[in-house]
């Protein structure tokens, strides 16, 4: 294969990839209020885990020991990466735009090299301080500018989905920490059984009070897509497209996201743009972009 065709397809792989992603935020605003929110997190993680079993029973076979040595970082990475950023990410769908969604979760390299500045991981230079500055301008202005409802100030969504980019920040810090000795997917099908089982109590809560919305056809057809498109298609392109380009380069796709996030508002949604969301992406990629730049030089 060419190099040119290797960057042609590379791209073209990226570019799904972020669709992918971006699928879950579009499917967070579009069955928002229909579909309770806990209920599509734990069937798609239980999807995710399910579809992944073949990978998790061959690592325990490998590892008798396993669970036993890394249960709690297992725990701890399926609620911070898989629990907090589901649930709580469909109910942010009900009072912000899903471009907004797109955005703030494409904050989280950001906050990543903000964690290891503060746990003393990494060293700071000015360019990166001006860089997170940029970034947090940008992040600030759509959180509290950026609501397409027609009234501005901060919406509860913008909350939610905040505090998932940081707990996805987290996960991304601890998750290659834990189960170092076995695969990628075999740890992530771990992961997202943990999410299932932390996702469960308040599924089953909302199955008692809204069990024809739990229980429909439709949520069913939101159960599966969830489950196949953002939850075992991302992944396992993520895991493929990582060996074939490298992490660093796949880690890019991150900043697809709010390209293709707006994309998909306006075809799927008819949420188009507004000049807040312009400026403050414009802010938060360029200030990501100048940070993590000259991270990789310092």
């Not at 196949?228 to 697809?256: D, E, H, K, Q, R």
Request: net charge positive; proline share 4%; with cysteine.
């Amino acid at each position: 294969m060419s190099g040119k065709t290797r960057e042609i397809l590379g791209l073209a792989g990226f570019l799904v990839l972020a669709t992918a992603q971006v699928s879950n935020m579009i499917l967070a605003r579009g069955v928002a209020g229909s579909v309770p929110p806990f209920s599509i997190a734990f069937f798609r993680w239980s999807i995710v885990a399910i579809g992944l079993s073949p990978l998790i029973v061959a690592a325990l076979r490998e590892h008798p020991g396993l669970l036993r040595k890394e249960g709690l970082g297992i725990a701890v990475a399926g609620f911070l990466g898989m629990f907090v950023c589901g649930g709580p990410v469909y109910l942010a769908g009900t009072t912000t735009s899903a471009i907004n969604l797109a955005l703030i979760m494409a904050m989280a390299p950001l906050a990543v090299l903000l964690f290891s500045l503060v746990s003393g991981l990494e060293t700071v230079n000015r360019w990166q301080i001006v860089g997170m500055a940029i970034a947090l301008c940008g992040a600030l202005l759509v959180i509290i500018k950026g609501n397409t409802a027609g009234t501005h100030g901060l919406a509860m969504g913008d909350v939610l989905v905040f505090c998932a980019m940081l707990a996805w920040a987290a996960y991304t810090m601890v998750q290659n920490r834990i189960g170092a000795g076995i695969g990628f997917l075999a740890r992530i099908g771990m992961f997202a059984a943990a999410g299932a089982l932390f996702s469960l109590p308040l599924a089953l809560h909302e199955m008692w009070l809204e069990p024809a919305s739990v229980l429909s056809l439709k949520a069913a057809k939101v159960y599966l897509f969830a489950g196949l498109v953002p939850g075992l298609f991302a992944y396992g392109a993520y895991s493929y497209l990582g060996s074939a380009f490298g992490p660093l380069s796949t880690s890019l796709s991150m900043y697809l996201g709010p390209v293709v996030g707006v994309v998909l508002s306006v075809i799927f949604l008819g949420e188009a743009p507004t000049m807040v969301h312009f400026i403050g992406g414009i802010l938060s990629l360029g200030g990501m972009w100048l940070s993590l730049r000259h991270k990789s030089k310092s």
